[in-house]
Nanobody, 124 residues
């Protein structure tokens, strides 16, 4: 059974930082591109970042470039999202996702497996 479990969300002030983690099980982790998405109330789920199978390649949404960093540890089957300089508009439920193949896809429909999400709230 494939599981993705996010953790690390919470309440933070504007300008603060959080690190999200996503622990994967039941899959050959190093064979999957990993992504982070987010969904704010009343909005569509949107792409945040993706990382290649080896970790050497990354892709970011323009809204988070320079503030967020995605990374992975294949030995621990875990992907991370370091979020700095947080803004109120970063408030959302954050989801990690996995897809087979090589492409650092940016659409949710290209991902095969999803976690349950973790809430991030940035207060002003």
């Amino acid at each position: 059974q494939i599981q993705l479990v996010e953790s690390g969300g919470g309440l933070v002030q504007v300008g603060g930082s959080l690190r999200l983690s996503c622990a994967a099980s039941g899959l050959s982790f190093s064979l999957y591109v990993m992504g982070w998405f987010r969904q704010a109330p009343g909005k569509e789920r949107e792409f945040v970042a993706a990382i290649s199978r080896s970790g050497s390649g990354t892709n970011y949404a323009d809204s988070v470039k320079g503030r967020f960093t995605i990374s992975r540890d294949n030995a621990k089957n875990t992907v991370y999202l370091q979020m700095n300089s947080l803004k109120p508009e970063d408030t959302a439920v954050y989801y990690c996702a996995a897809r087979s193949g090589w492409v650092l896809a940016v659409t949710q429909y290209d991902y095969d497996y999803w976690g349950q999400g973790t809430q991030v709230t940035v207060s002003s």
